[in-house]
T-cell receptor, first 115, second 113 residues
Framework: NAGVMQNPRHLVRRRGQEARLRCSPM?????VYWYRQLPEEGLKFMVY????????ESGMPKERFSAEFPKEGPSILRIQQVVRGDSAAYFC?????????????FGSGTRLTVV | GNSVTQMEGPVTLSEEAFLTINCTYT??????LFWYVQYPGEGLQLLLK?????DKGSNKGFEATYRKETTSFHLEKGSVQVSDSAVYFC????????????FGKGTTLSVSS
């Protein structure tokens, strides 16, 4: 029973390139949450998605960031024209129901480095 | 808005020492409170939780009590082990469906033998 799978584990991008982070939720989980962890900071909520729908994107930067969770396949967090300030660890969590946090299972994260 | 404040780290202890990591929160209503642990290179794992005042969450020798009067949820363990070395995050959620977890900044614990 695989957990939440994120890939790649490490991603290096040059300034101005695009970064695509993938998250496959646990089997049977249809709710996905993305968080960002900046150095020396806690995790900050970015976006909450259900299959084919964005439910809450209040934590997403207004520009360059987008997320999707298609009917088939993993959830994708896309960052266009990356800048050094985007360097962080990005974590995905999934849950079987729209829980208040009790049933979140986190992935191991993608560590993005912008050079 | 809702927020979580944790004690600054790092916390450095010898094996079998007593551990306390302080956590206080600001929230409207009746939040649920959590402690998550992050081992090096891994994602977050739920350590324990409490959903109402005076509840005590416990797991793997760790415990924390939801204190509404002091808005606190301090993490304690009577005797730490080297394997407990990790980053510990206090978090809360309003308890409503689909609401995000709000995390503290994390406290790094280092236990030496």
């Amino acid at each position: 029973n695989a957990g939440v799978m994120q890939n790649p584990r490490h991603l290096v991008r040059r300034r101005g390139q695009e970064a695509r982070l993938r998250c496959s939720p646990m089997k049977g989980h249809s709710h996905v949450y993305w968080y960002r962890q900046l150095p020396e900071e806690g995790l900050k909520f970015m976006v909450y998605l259900q299959k084919e729908n964005i439910i809450d994107e209040s934590g997403m930067p207004k520009e360059r960031f987008s997320a999707e969770f298609p009917k088939e396949g993993p959830s994708i967090l896309r960052i266009q024209q990356v800048v050094r300030g985007d360097s962080a660890a990005y974590f995905c969590a999934s849950s079987p129901i729209p829980t208040g946090g009790d049933g979140y299972t986190f992935g191991s994260g993608t560590r993005l480095t912008v050079v | 808005g809702n927020s979580v404040t944790q004690m600054e780290g790092p916390v450095t202890l010898s094996e079998e020492a007593f551990l306390t990591i302080n956590c206080t929160y600001t929230a409207t209503g009746y939040p649920s409170l959590f402690w998550y642990v992050q081992y090096p290179g891994e994602g977050l794992q739920l350590l324990l939780k409490a959903t109402k005042a005076d509840d005590k969450g416990s797991n793997k020798g760790f415990e924390a009590t939801y204190r509404k009067e002091t808005t606190s949820f301090h993490l304690e363990k009577g005797s730490v082990q080297v394997s407990d070395s990790a980053v510990y995050f206090c978090a809360l959620t309003s308890g409503q469906a689909g609401t995000a977890l709000i995390f503290g900044k994390g406290t790094t614990l280092s236990v030496s033998s």
